[in-house]
């Protein structure tokens, strides 16, 4: 029985202790590779890290790294990790105050933020090692690494001027052109639909809301005053009283790929942004239903649908397309040429 204990408990410290830490000392990569020194040919970038609220000063290539480790997942096709990698870093040369940019508007100084919702995301080496877990952190490093040094200072312009290289995570079967999201039409933000995006993953979605939830998360009002006639004694009686709307919600304008513009709920009018942000939708790309009480809300894609698709960029990786032609799928018209040169 003792000589039992003593070989599961020997076997216990090999399989839980020894083996990771053999596998993971194997690779060379067990801490954070550190961040090279910044040297004078090297252009930086001042970056606003969120949640500690300070302004970073890193190479651009080490940046980038971790804008592609944040923004999409190291599992996917090493030609849409270059091309997350190029998109990157045209957004960020786009935006850096020593290429004319305006730098991010919410924190004056930088650069450019890693909120997602207003610049791009960016973690940290030890962040990405916590996302995807020791075992398998080497093989991502690496391949991130890889897909940041081999496009090292490529960006993508349209007639030589850098690109607004805007990107979301899934089209939902079609993007859409600038215009139809944003005010502003860009020749090579066009809408694309095609056998890649139908590959997509839909990422279709259920929402449910009561009409009470509606109204408080909206600020709006789903009633309406009614008048009903009724004979009294001979006469006509006009009674006023307050019901639920025939039709709560109506969407009013609509893009190509059917991604909602301007929508009405209640007696109040929404853009597809806004009502996306107010009620948390992954995406504006969508239909509704009145059940009973509740207004079902069904979205498909996920994110704004302008530019690249990162779900789209993985199948065309994975169809055997380079990130040369992932880009130029998504961005029309468009050179990737090195900002250096
Ligand atoms: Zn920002």
């Known amino acids: ?67 592609v480790a944040a923004e999409m997942p190291a599992s996917f096709g090493i030609e849409a990790l270059k091309a997350q990698a190029v998109a990157a870093r045209t957004f960020a040369l786009k935006k850096m105050t020593a290429f004319g940019g305006t730098g991010c508007t919410a924190n004056p100084g930088a650069d450019v933020c890693t909120d997602h919702t207003h610049c791009q995301a960016w973690i940290s080496q030890d962040e990405l090692r916590e996302r995807v877990g020791y075992i398998n952190y080497p093989i991502y490093a690496r391949k991130i690494q890889d897909a940041v040094n081999s496009t090292r200072g490529l960006v993508t312009v349209y007639q030589g001027n850098l690109i607004e290289a805007c990107y979301h995570a899934a089209s939902g079967g079609a993007t859409d052109n600038s215009e139809e999201v944003w005010s502003n039409p860009l020749p090579y933000l066009r809408g694309v639909s095609t056998e890649f995006e139908a590959k997509e ?20 009002s789903l009633k309406e005053q009614k ?30 790929a059917g991604r909602v513009k301007e929508i009405r709920i209640g007696n109040k009018v929404f853009s597809g942004y806004t009502l996306r942000t107010l009620l948390g939708l992954p995406s504006t790309k969508m239909t509704y239903r009145v059940v009973g009480n509740e207004i079902l809300i069904v ?17 065309m990786a994975e169809a055997g397309k380079s990130f040369e032609e992932i880009l130029k799928h998504y961005y029309q018209g468009i050179e990737v040429v090195s900002y250096t040169e």
């Open 1 to 67: 029985m003792g000589q039992w204990i003593i070989v599961c408990v020997g076997f216990c410290v090999l399989v839980v202790i020894v083996i990771p830490s053999i596998i993971v000392r194997g690779c060379g990569l067990t801490t954070s590779p550190p961040t090279p020194p910044l040297s004078s040919d090297e252009d930086t970038v001042k970056v606003f890290v969120v949640p500690s609220n300070e302004i970073q000063e890193m190479p651009l290539e080490e940046y980038i790294k971790g804008v």
């Open 201 to 220: 993953p839909d990422f279709r979605k259920e929402f449910r809301f009561t009409m009470d939830d509606l109204e408080k998360k909206l600020d709006t």
């Open 227 to 256: 008048a009903t006639t009724y004979k009294v004694a001979g006469k006509d009686v006009q009674v006023i009283s307050t019901e639920r709307m025939d039709k709560p919600i109506e969407i009013l304008a609509a893009s190509k």
């Open 299 to 315: 979205t498909t894609g996920y994110g704004h649908g302008v530019g690249m698709s990162q779900y789209g960029a993985n199948v």
